[in-house]
């Protein structure tokens, strides 16, 4: 069993910055990788960035490609998202996920773990 806690969400004005962190417990490995989601009201749950433990090879949607940056702490197992430039349609509640590859996965089939999510808000 992995446990995955999100924070750092909250409420950040049009064109601001906010840190996401997910902290990692449990049976974790080092094929593990990790990645964050986001689901807006009334949308599908949408793949953003996602990083392999091992390999730190990174990917990224190509909606948050240039604003967003997926970083791990390996000492600490924790993962961070880097939202810079945030816009009202990045509202949603966001959720951390583990999974497994030295390439990670980009679709949230693919991962086994979640975390309870955090909710990010971009005022106008």
């Known amino acids: 069993q992995v446990q995955l806690v999100e924070s750092g969400g909250g409420l950040v004005q049009a064109g601001g910055s906010l840190r996401l962190s997910c902290a990692a417990s449990?049976?974790?490995?080092?094929?593990?990788?990790m990645g964050w989601f986001r689901q807006a009201p009334q949308k599908e749950r949408e793949f953003l960035a996602a990083?392999?433990?091992?390999?730190?090879?990174?990917r990224y949607a190509d909606s948050v490609k240039g604003r967003f940056t997926i970083s791990r702490d390996g000492v600490k197992i924790i993962v961070y998202l880097q939202m810079n430039s945030l816009e009202p349609e990045d509202t949603a509640v966001y959720y951390c996920?583990?999974?497994?590859?030295?390439?990670?996965?980009?679709?949230?089939?693919?991962?086994?773990?979640w975390g309870q999510g955090t909710q990010v808000t971009v005022s106008p």
């Open positions: 996920a583990a999974g497994r590859g030295m390439v990670p996965p980009l679709t949230s089939r693919e991962y086994g773990y």
């Open positions: 449990g049976r974790t490995n080092n094929n593990a990788a």
């Open positions: 990083i392999s433990w091992s390999t730190r090879i990174t």
